[in-house]
């Protein structure tokens, strides 16, 4: 007998910034039973989640496999892996996710310079010609979708800039994978990293990373070795490629979670994936401005799958967020940083972009607000 009742967490919308809902097979698939990571059956499980990997990144990156750990082990694993002290790295900054980058580069012992925006628009890609221009960068770093503030950065044009340089270009997709368009090969990303729980609607605890050839040759390159032992992708990969040489016990439930997840992405296909966000998106502006609610974020270069919207003068942040759960049993997230109680945000991702979802919520906030 347990001290302790068996936890009942109720069945919430989850409209926030992630986690997404999860769909009824994942769940299914997390609950069987559990084999040994080196179990041949476990291995063909991971060889097929690196082929749906590379699918939806639109890559075909041999280094393309899930890091334990949650979407920051994505940005860690990718600078510990490029940085090495000294280095000189470009950073955009225009909302939380981008700071955090500077911070972790930093802590791998880089020279960053930024390029910043107000927190609500994209980053001027001309900001990053004149930085490129004055100084030769090894890596230039940027997030596509901050979801801080429900921008989505275009990248095509920088990537082109990074390259004439001969840097590195490195992106976080964590909130964007899956939810609108990415190409890594096609847009020249070398190196990028993601989460599992946002687009690809799986529950948090995986990071997909994948690495180029050019990076992989930045990392052959290093002059020392990578200080995280545990992100060490020289390593990783010797697990995940043909040696099959133990790194560390792999959490095997979140990855049958993520052959799943990914089975319900590249089923349905990449691009579908993405109409449909951009769809759930258009209708979700539709709702809002029947409400009298505003985006914060201006026309073309909004995220689809994490919408910020103003909070209305009359409404009163936290209590609204509050009547959601105890009312309707649904989270939107609220504003971070700068935007503290100006803005919530409602993440339409992966499982979660559904039409219903938009409809539930408008329904709710009709509710609330009058
Ligand atoms: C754009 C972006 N980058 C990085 C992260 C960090 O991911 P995690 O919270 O899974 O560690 C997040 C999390 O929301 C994110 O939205």
Redesign the pocket.
Known sequence: MSLFPKIDPPKRLLLG??PSPVSPEVREAMSRPVLGHLDPIFLRIMDETMSMLREVFRTGNRLTLPMSG????G?ETCLVNLVEPGDEVLIGVCGV?GT?MVDVAERCGARVDTVKADWGSIIDPELFRRALAGKKYKITAV?H???STGVLQPLEEISRMVHEQDGLFLV?A??SLGGAALHLDQWGIDACYS?S??CLSCP?GL?PVSFNERALEAMRRRRQKVQSWYLDLSMIEKYWGSERLYHHTAPISMNYALHEALRAVVGEGMEACWSRHQEVHREFLREMTSLGIEPHVAEGQRAPMINAIRIPSAADDAEVRRRLYEEFNIEIGAGLGVLKGKIWRVGLMGHGARKESVAALAEALRTILS
């Open positions: 910034p992630g949650t979407g920051s082990a940005m996710f955090r997030v979708a901050e979801t976080d964590v909130t989460g729980q946002k948090p990071s």
